[in-house]
């Protein structure tokens, strides 16, 4: 009882400091991974063979192992076994699961923690934009693209419920979507921007067809509202979003590099389309493929991603990491989209995956330890809770 608890407590405060001090997130998760390990030894369980853990546990080793067989292969110069170490939060996604299915939590009390995250995350960067008066990303103490993504998926596990919370619920949600919104454009990353306008359609549709149409035309002004505030008072990410054309034509703009990676990388695969270069050496391998503009070679040698999920894994690891990455978004989105219309962490679900797959179009997630975590736990929780409803019903 104690220990279902203390992993109960654990898990609740995840959301809410995952963006606010470093490394805080990351030691929950260790401490979470290390409850799993104790389940499995104490109870002699095999997450690879219980019905509620077995998805994750088998897609996310087997995505861990797919990398591990590109370095492997690989004669890449920059090959190194310790590259590895920024997916091995994939390693323990069977501990976390475990751990999770001990976790005495509904869906509904969850969200309650991603809207306190959500609303701290919002305060954080308008605090950052008054001390610096308004000109810069303002990010606290994470990358801007890092902050910028997982505001965007907080902010939709936060209102997901919105058609059955009660009135004090229900101004939290609209508390949390203001701030949140406030804390992706004061990001000022574009990738984060375009990712939150592409979810709030996808949100509503998902709304509309799952019968959760109370509240929603409410939710939805006071996010397009919030929106347009912060955009007039946010110079940088509308002078970045109003410059884009122009550094699609210089190729050592940020814009312009990224074409020059997509270019590279593409031409990269279709040399190695099997098994790729090796995980973390698609930037030397893009760079062959490009102009021999000194800047642009040194911008390619130094990256270990070009900028999109899907490519990145082409290029490290060919078509078994493209199927490995791809197999951890499918098989969750067709089991969540098969239950959505009468499970709120079904419909959650359906919004945490393609918020990933969104993102991933113009960031690389998995590879940054906060993005890999927080996908492991939370796909933990949500397979759980489907699932395990489920096979109850059943």
């Not at 407590?9 to 805080?24: A, R």
């Not at 306190?116 to 008066?133: E, K, R, T, Y």
């Not at 509240?215 to 109003?242: K, Q």
Request: with cysteine.
């Amino acid at each position: 009882m104690v220990f279902n608890k203390i992993a109960t407590f654990l898990f609740l405060l995840f959301p809410v400091i995952l963006l606010t001090i470093k490394p805080l997130a990351i030691i929950l998760f260790a401490l979470l991974a290390m409850m799993g390990i104790y389940i499995a030894v104490k109870k002699k369980i095999n997450p690879f063979f219980i019905s509620e853990t077995k998805m994750l546990s088998w897609l996310s080793v087997g995505y861990f192992m797919v990398m591990f067989l590109s370095v492997l292969v690989s004669n890449e110069s920059t090959n190194a076994w310790t590259h590895l170490s920024r997916i091995s939060y994939f390693l323990f996604a069977p501990f976390i699961a475990l751990t999770i299915s001990q976790v005495n939590v509904s869906t509904e009390v969850l969200l309650k923690s991603f809207k306190a995250g959500s609303v701290i995350a919002g305060m954080i960067a308008l605090s950052g934009f008054i001390m610096a008066s308004g000109r810069g990303h303002f990010s606290g103490m994470y990358n801007y693209n890092t902050f910028g993504d997982l505001s965007v998926l907080m902010l939709f596990f936060s209102i997901i419920n919105i058609s059955v919370e009660r009135k004090q619920d229900f101004w939290f949600s609209i508390a949390a979507a203001i701030w949140g919104v406030t804390a992706i454009v004061m990001s000022a990353s574009r990738g984060s921007l375009a990712a939150l306008i592409l979810l709030l359609a996808i949100y509503v549709i998902l709304m509309l067809k799952s019968h959760q149409q109370r509240n929603l035309r409410t939710i939805v002004l006071f996010l397009l509202v919030s929106l347009g505030t912060n955009l007039y008072f946010s110079h940088t990410i509308t002078g970045r979003i109003l410059s884009v054309n122009k550094e699609a034509q210089n190729s050592n703009s940020s814009f312009g590099q990224r074409l020059d990676m997509y270019k590279g990388g593409w031409k990269a695969f279709k040399d190695s389309p099997l098994i790729g270069y090796g995980y973390h050496n698609c930037g030397s391998a893009a760079a062959r493929y490009v102009s021999q503009d000194a800047l642009t070679q040194k911008h390619f040698l130094g990256r270990w991603h070009l900028h999109d999920e899907s490519l990145t894994n082409l290029v490290n690891a060919g078509i078994l990491g493209f199927i490995s990455l791809w197999a951890l978004f499918l098989f969750p989105l067709f089991l969540f989209l098969k239950n959505y219309k009468n499970s709120v962490s079904a419909r959650a679900g359906v919004m945490f995956i393609a918020g990933y797959i969104l993102l991933g179009l113009s960031h690389t997630l998995f590879g940054y330890e906060y993005e890999t975590a927080f996908f492991v736990v939370m796909l933990a929780f949500l397979l759980h809770q489907t699932i395990g409803k489920k096979s109850h019903a059943e």
